[in-house]
């Protein structure tokens, strides 16, 4: 049984040239996006189970999901517009291990340990640690919160 990140890889050792991502102007192939994955990953603590992710809808929030689902955790995906205290309801119910935002989300998020993909980790060239991915397909790949109103 496969994961949803060895499905990506598979894609992209099969074409890793070809445009993966179209975000308005600007263009990404599977490669750089799996590149992106790399350098994201390879500044998470060694052992992770829970992360969220609080980021406006680009390249850099789907490199963050594919990221984590590679260390064989799952994500919080969290809309940066929830008010405050939803978002931290959502966060603290989940147990997250950190954050992944963007600088301008920050001031929302205090009281949890944040990585900012749009500085310390965009930044980089190269991965901090090189990561091999967790092959677990029954670990869960992320966590929902529905509004919780039938209307």
């Excluded at 074409?15 to 799996?34: P, V, W, Y």
């Excluded at 789907?62 to 995906?77: E, N, S």
């Excluded at 147990?95 to 920050?106: C, G, H, S, W």
Aim: one cysteine or more; aromatic letters at 8%; proline letters at 5%.
């Amino acid at each position: 049984m496969e994961t949803i990140y060895s499905l990506f890889q598979n894609v992209v050792m099969a074409k890793r040239q070809s445009i993966a991502i179209i975000e308005n102007n600007r263009t990404m192939t599977f490669g750089e996006l799996s590149d992106l994955v790399d350098i994201i990953s390879g500044t998470f603590p060694e052992k992770i189970s829970s992360v969220g992710i609080v980021m406006n809808h680009r390249a850099e929030m789907i490199a963050a999901m594919l990221a984590v689902l590679k260390c064989g955790a799952r994500y919080v995906p969290a809309e940066p517009t929830f008010p405050t205290g939803r978002i931290h309801y959502m966060m603290n119910e989940a147990k997250v291990d950190f954050i992944l935002t963007e600088r301008e989300y920050a001031d929302k998020l205090n009281g949890f340990s944040l990585r900012l993909t749009d500085c310390e980790i965009c930044g980089l060239e190269a991965p901090t640690i090189e990561r091999t991915a967790i092959q677990e397909p029954e670990r869960p790949a992320y966590v929902l919160y529905t509004s919780e109103t039938t209307g």
